[in-house]
């Protein structure tokens, strides 16, 4: 079995960093593409920031500049460094995970996610 384990969240003053870490384990052959969502009350689930294997990142424009994605292959751990804050990052924060799984079978791609973490930046 794969899972996806997230922490780091909690409680920030606005203007205040948080770093969220997403640990991937289970019966691993390979990891594409590794991520964040999050998911504020009454909104979609929106992405915030994701990273290739050879760790290019791409980010959602409201957090460009100040939240900072990197992932450590070895450790099959992404994270994400969010700096100055906002209210409006305010959310459940989900981590995700393209992984090549092995099975019995052979190998099967799917995509893993985090329970989620939740995040609270206070004014």
């Known amino acids: 079995q794969v899972q996806l384990v997230e922490s780091g969240g909690g409680l920030v003053q606005a203007g205040g960093s948080l770093r969220l870490s997403c640990a991937a384990s289970?019966?691993?052959?390979?990891?594409?593409?590794m991520g964040w969502y999050r998911q504020a009350p009454g909104n979609q689930r929106e992405l915030v920031a994701d990273?290739?294997?050879?760790?290019?990142?791409d980010y959602a424009d409201s957090v460009k500049g100040r939240f900072t994605i990197s992932r450590d292959n070895a450790k099959n751990t992404v994270f994400l460094q969010m700096n100055s804050t906002k209210p409006e990052d305010t959310a459940v924060y989900f981590c995700?995970?393209?992984?090549?799984?092995?099975?019995?079978?052979?190998?099967?791609?799917?995509?893993?996610w985090g329970q989620g973490t939740q995040v609270t930046v206070s004014s």
């Open positions: 990273i290739t294997s050879g760790g290019r990142p």
């Open positions: 995700y995970a393209e992984i090549v799984a092995r099975y019995s079978g052979g190998y099967r791609r799917s995509d893993y």
């Open positions: 289970g019966n691993i052959f390979s990891i594409d593409n």
